[in-house]
C-alpha cells in the first residue's frame, strides 16, 4: 500500500511526526540556556548535553559507559597539575567514577545485590576490610576531611575499574579489550612523550617531565608502562591471529617498550626483571607456599645484615646519568643519589609517624601534610621540603603503615597474598587445559605484580593512571576464577 503523502517526510528523515515536536522545543530550550551562559560567562553549560548524553548511558548502556571510560584515562588531565583551581581531580574520569558510584550505592540500597560468588570472594573480602578499616581511621584522622576525600576516591576507583568490571570480564574477550582499550590511546601518549622528549635529545633530566599534562612524572608513567608490558606479549603471542593484526601488536609493544627504556624509571625497570622471574618460577612449577618461605627467609636475614648491607650500598657513588647502563647502575646507590636518599627519607619518616600512632595512624592521605616535622637531620636531601607540595611516603606499603596504623599495612599485604594465591590457583587450573589461556592469565598477574613490586618504592593508587589497570587486572584475574569455580561444580 502506497504511503500517505503527509507521511512521506518523516519516513525520509528517520523520526515519527510526534517526536519532532519536542525535539525541537529540546533544542531551542538549550539554545536559549546556552545564550544565557554565554551573556553570564558560565561557559561550562556548553557541555550539558554530554554530561545528559553520560548520565543516559551509565542508566541504559553502563558498559558501554565503562569502555569509553577505559579509553580516556591515559589521556585525562589533573586540574591541580594544570592550575586550574587547585583542586586535584583528573577529567573527564573521575566525574564520571563518582556518578557510577553512586549509582553502585543505589543499588545496593535498593537491595539489588553483587552476585554472590563475586561478594564471597576472597580479594573481596579484602577489599571491604580494605574499607571498613579506612572509614574507621577516617574518623579519628589527623584531618577527617583530607581523609574522607582519599577514601572517596579510593571508593569510586574501586567500583568503577573492579566490582563493575568483573561481571564483564566473564566473557573472556572483554579482557582483551580492556587491555587494548587503554593501550591504543597509552600509545599516543608515548608517542607524545618520546617526541616530546626528542626535542631535548632524550636528556635524562628532560625526561622526568616531558610525559606532562598526561602524567605527573616520569616515575607513575614508567610504572604503568610496566604493567602493560607482559598483557601485551601474551597477545602478541596469541594463536590464529592474522597477519596484519600480529602487525599491529608487535608495533605497540616494540613503542611501549621503546617508551619504558626512555622513562628512566628504575623502579620500573626493576619489577618488570623482578616479575618476570616470578614467571619464569612459576612456569617450572615452583609452588607459592615455596617462594613465600624462601621471601620471608631472606627479609629475616636482610634485617639481620642491614648495617653491613648499607656499609656495602654506601661504597656505590654512582648517580643517575643519560648513561642507561649508568643509570641501571645507580639504583643502588644510597651515598649520593638525591631520589634514593630522599626515599629513604620519606621511609623514616612513615615510620616515625607509625611510631606516634601505631594503631590506626594520622588518617588516610594525610601523609603529606604530617610528614615534615618527623624529617632527621641527616636524611634530610637537597630536595626535601617542608611543603605539603612533592607526594607521599613513595610505597604502598609504608604509606598506610603512617596514615592508617599497622592494620593498614596489614590489609595491603593481605590483598597481596591474596592476589599472589589467586594468580597462582588459576594459571595452575588452566595450564593443562588451555596453554594460551594460561599464558593470558599468568601475564595478567605479572603485569599486576609490577606493581606491587613497584609499590615498595613508589605509590599511585591515588591517580586513575594506575588504578584502573591495578584494579582491572584484579577484576580479570577474579573473573576468570569464578569461571573456573563454576565449571567445577
Known sequence: MTPAPESQPAARNGAAPGFRGPLLWVVLGF??????????????????????????????????????????????LNLEQLDMGGVGLYLPTEPILFGLLLLFLMDRMRGVGMDDALDHHPVTRWIQVMFAWLAITTLVSWDPLVSFKFTLARGWFVV????????????????????????????????????????????????????????????????????????????LFKPNRQALGKLGMGLAFLVLTVGLILSFTRAAWVSLVAAGGLGLLMVLGVQLRTLFLTGALAAGMLVLSWDQLLITLERNDQDSSDDLTEHVESISNVSSDASNLERINRWSCAVSLWQERPHTGWGPGTYQFVYAPHQRSEH?????????????AHSEYLGPLAEQGWPGALVMLGLLYASCALGFRTYRALREQHRWRSLWVLSIYLGLMTYF????????????????????FLAILVAVDLELRKSAR
Request: charged content about 10%; hydrophobic content about 55%; cysteine-free.
Open 380 to 392: 634530610r636531601t637537597i630536595i626535601s621540603t617542608n611543603n605539603a607540595d612533592r607526594g607521599n
Open 31 to 76: 539554545a536559549l540556556l546556552l545564550a544565557a551562559g554565554i551573556a553570564q560567562e558560565l561557559y561550562a553549560l556548553a557541555a550539558l548535553p554530554l554530561v545528559v548524553g553520560i548520565a543516559a548511558l551509565a542508566l541504559a548502556r553502563r558498559d558501554l559507559l565503562l569502555w569509553g571510560l577505559i579509553a580516556t584515562v591515559p589521556l585525562s
Open 160 to 235: 568503577g575499574f573492579f566490582f563493575l568490571l568483573v561481571p564483564l570480564f566473564r566473557q573472556g574477550v572483554k579482557q582483551e579489550q580492556f587491555v587494548l582499550l587503554y593501550t591504543v590511546p597509552l600509545m599516543v601518549v608515548i608517542g607524545y612523550t618520546v617526541f616530546r622528549h626528542s626535542g631535548y635529545g632524550f636528556d635524562k633530566q628532560a625526561g622526568h617531565w616531558v610525559m606532562e599534562p598526561f602524567f605527573k612524572d616520569h616515575t607513575s608513567y614508567g610504572a604503568v608502562l610496566a604493567m602493560f608490558w607482559f598483557p601485551l606479549l601474551a597477545l
Open 453 to 472: 613490586i613497584h609499590g615498595v618504592l613508589n605509590n599511585y593508587l591515588d591517580t586513575d593512571k594506575a588504578s584502573a589497570p591495578f584494579w582491572g
